[in-house]
């Protein structure tokens, strides 16, 4: 090629390309709606990319700029993005116009991670309807109680190895590896039917492939954005979000676990039992082995990293406010009273200060800081300020509900940054400003599972233990800076003393009778 017409060619692309960011960079100007000026490429995520500012606290910026509009414009890098902070507003659109908003932009390439891009997550229009309608009754109330007790022996075995451990002098932990074990343990038997012990056996498959898999640090959270900001870019470097090794190991457990189960007549109260059943009765698409090792497969993920994660803002709370930790070790005391020192899924289900414990730790660091969906029907908005004319929006476009921003607006919580159980329990919390799994038909399947996992957790570690600070412990919490999910900067750090009885249900049960 001639160095003029090479020239010419770099010219014109590099026209062509400036005129394209401009384009998409004045997309909210032309419709004249609030909006947050961005910077070419990295449109609004420059704090967060450079490491000023947490992404969920540069989200919350932005969201405190305009208090009055029902929504505003920002720039996910090149993606515009309309933000929704008007909890009307959202629940027009995540429930009434739900067919218009069912879909949620995938971060994994189906042609790269084949098996884990069939997720329920990432599943789009009739696909998840069917799936989703497989899946429901797995995840229904009657079979939560089914591994119920396969979750209190998982919180048996942690805290046996707690109390032998820390003894009652008390031992400082890192408390994401402590519960991302606890997380391993439950989802490996509840959702594949393999019994596993993290705290024996340190270094078993299922937790080294959950923590290769799910550690979001700087390499995995560029793979997320890439795919999610520039799915072409990702496919065309081939970035594989979890690779062959991983969905290998998944694919032999479940069709390993079912071909054993079809043959002998195994029954087992677990994910893929209910998912084999509903293989049996399912009349629609196939519900194939490659199906069932992706949902089985998000479950994990889900299971391992995110409620684990929950699990230590839970605990952390709870260690900084003794007050707190000692008001739900009293309702867990009367618990061991009315049950005779074994707790039922009904009588851990009815612990109101529990729920209300759960419930503010998630409403402060909800498991979902935002919340996305696509159009995929033309829809009209109202107008985001009274002088603005209402927009419509178009198949493609994407918004966003900011979870964590509206969880700690003052307008919806009064000292919103203060850890308060109690809100939950005088019925003054506005159920459609509280969404830490979701809202609508797609909140998140397994919720029930999570919360269950949390509070038997939650009810045998206090039973038997103390949470103390620790001079690691940072208080106030301040927020990683480096990963896109909800983490503090130094991690998870605590002190567990065992408590002085070693059989504290013996102790409650004797003080009963005093």
């Given amino acids: 090629m001639e160095p003029s ?94 067919d218009n908003f069912c879909d949620h932009r995938n971060f994994v390439n189906e042609t790269l991670d084949p098996i884990a891009s069939k997720n329920l997550f990432g599943m789009r229009g009739d696909h998840w309807r069917e799936m989703r309608k497989l899946l429901s009754p797995s995840f229904t109330s009657s079979k939560m109680k089914m591994m119920f007790e396969l979750m209190c022996q998982c919180a048996e075995n942690f805290v046996n190895y707690v109390v032998t451990q820390s003894g009652e002098t008390g031992k400082t932990y890192n408390m994401k590896d402590l519960l991302s074990r606890y997380s391993n343990d439950t989802v490996a038997t509840c959702a594949f039917g393999i019994s596993v012990d993290s705290f024996k056996h340190q270094n078993n498959e299922f937790f080294l492939l959950g923590q290769k898999a799910m550690t979001f640090d700087t390499a995995l959270s560029f ?44 029954v087992r109260p677990d994910m893929i039992q209910l998912m084999m059943e509903t293989r049996n009765k399912n009349t629609g698409p196939d519900f194939d082995i490659n199906e069932m090792t992706a949902q089985a497969f998000v479950f994990f993920l889900a299971g391992f990293d995110t409620v684990s994660a929950a699990m230590c803002f839970m605990t952390n709370e709870l260690g900084i406010y003794p007050d707190i930790q000692s008001k739900l070790r009293e309702e867990i005391n009367n618990v061991l009273r009315q049950t005779n020192g074994k707790p ?46 209402p927009i419509t929006l178009k198949p493609g476009d994407s918004v966003w509900f900011p979870t964590y921003s ?48 949390a509070k ?59």
Avoid at 232 to 260: H, N, Q, Y
């Fill in 344 to 389: 039922t899924y009904e009588a851990i289900n009815s612990m109101k200060y529990l729920d209300a414990v759960v419930n503010e730790t998630l409403r402060i660091y909800p498991i979902a800081s935002f919340l996305d969906r696509v159009c995929v029907k033309e829809t009209k908005l109202p107008p985001a300020t009274p002088d603005c004319e």
């Fill in 5 to 98: 017409t090479m020239l010419l060619t770099i010219l014109t692309a590099s026209i062509c390309l400036y005129y394209f960011i401009l384009s998409k960079l004045s997309y909210f100007e032309r419709l004249k709606i609030p909006y947050v000026r961005p910077l070419p490429l990295l449109g609004n995520m420059a704090p967060f990319v450079f490491r000023r500012m947490a992404h969920v606290e540069n989200v919350q910026r932005m969201y405190n700029l305009f208090p009055n509009a029902k929504y505003f414009g920002i720039y996910d890098f090149v993606t515009p993005l309309f933000v929704i902070r008007d909890p009307d507003l959202i629940s027009t659109i995540a429930i009434k116009h739900f």
């Fill in 223 to 266: 793979k997320f954005f890439m795919h999610r900001n520039f799915p072409t870019l990702a496919k065309l470097f081939k970035l594989r979000m979890f690779g062959p090794i991983i969905e290998k190991f998944f694919c032999d457990i479940v069709s390993t676990t079912v071909k054993i189960r079809d043959e002998q007549g195994i």
């Fill in 406 to 453: 509206l969880h700690r607006d003052p307008k919806y919580y009064p000292q919103p940054d203060k850890f308060d159980p109690e809100r939950f329990l005088n019925g003054k919390v506005d159920n459609s400003v509280y969404m830490p799994f979701g809202i609508g038909p797609r909140i998140c399947i397994g919720n029930r599972f999570a919360l269950m996992e």
């Fill in 456 to 514: 038997v957790m939650l009810f045998y570690l206090l039973s038997r233990c103390d949470l103390e600070p620790d001079v690691k412990t940072r208080n106030p919490m301040v927020l990683s800076k480096q990963n896109f999910i909800l983490t503090p900067d130094t991690g998870f750090w605590l002190k567990i003393r065992a408590r002085k009885s070693k059989t504290p249900v013996t102790q409650v049960l004797s003080n009963g009778q005093n």
